[in-house]
């Protein structure tokens, strides 16, 4: 399974946009990056996912390069309910042995008034 | 349309006891999985069911057993609890079980389970 790493916390202020970066060296072929957000309490919350190049829709973006080593989620002019804990994931897919999504440890985003 | 749902929201048991926890997936969607998510974790994968049948098993012990209705709804079982048990229990849904290929998954709100 491909293993994430993503900074552990990041802070950033009202109408700032913010990036995240998230590293996965060995994602495979048939693999897709999904991101998510999560509140205190709450079940993970579907942000955006793609496979290469970019993919946008209406609250991110999602940077994947070429050799798709890394992808980068962009949160345009976060607000204070921006505050929350972001996935970085990526998929195996195996129709033998199901789904396997793996959560690392997250990032916690702080927004600051 | 009515999410993913759970039942309970919240349950508190003693080591020993066994649990069982409910999932019911969004309209038309046909896989369910389960996550264990301890507090300041990310969710780590139990299990997940496609058309009524395992597909994929996280590292668990067999004392976590889960099954899938013909309405495609879901139980997770937890046996013999231990205090480590104790976590957010969360249920996710895909169309088609493709989580990781493409299919989007969609989370429940969670039981949060105290074992004491």
């Known amino acids: 399974l491909a293993k994430t790493t993503q900074p552990i916390s990041m802070d950033s202020y009202e109408g700032q946009e913010v990036n995240i970066t998230c590293s996965h060296n060995?994602?495979?072929?048939?693999?897709?990056i999904t991101w998510y957000q999560q509140f205190p309490s709450q079940g993970p919350r579907f942000i955006i996912q793609g496979y290469k190049t970019k993919v946008t829709n209406e609250v991110a973006s999602l940077f994947i390069p070429a050799d798709r080593k890394s992808s980068t989620l962009s949160l345009p002019r976060v607000s204070l309910s921006d505050t929350a804990v972001y996935y970085c994931?990526?998929?195996?897919?195996?129709?033998?042995?199901?789904?396997?999504?793996?959560f690392g440890g997250g990032t916690r985003l702080m927004v600051k008034p | 349309d009515a999410g993913v749902t759970q039942s309970p929201t919240h349950l508190i048991k003693t080591r020993g006891q066994h649990v069982t926890l409910r999932c019911s997936p969004i309209s038309g969607h046909k896989s369910v999985s389960w996550y264990q998510q301890v507090l300041g974790q990310g969710p780590q994968f139990i299990f997940q069911?496609?058309?009524?049948?395992?597909?994929g098993r996280g590292n668990f012990p067999d004392r976590f057993s889960a099954r899938q209705f013909p309405n495609y709804s879901s139980e997770l079982n937890v046996n013999a609890l231990l205090l480590g048990d104790s976590a957010l229990y969360l249920c996710?849904?895909?169309?088609?079980?493709?989580?990781?290929?493409?299919?989007?998954?969609?989370f429940g709100p969670g039981t949060r389970l105290t074992v004491l």
């Open positions: 996710a849904s895909t169309e088609r079980g493709l989580a990781g290929g493409g299919d989007t998954q969609y």
């Open positions: 994931l990526v998929g195996r897919l195996n129709n033998n042995a199901g789904n396997m999504l793996t």
């Open positions: 069911y496609y058309e009524k049948e395992e597909r």
């Open positions: 060995n994602i495979a072929t048939n693999d897709y």
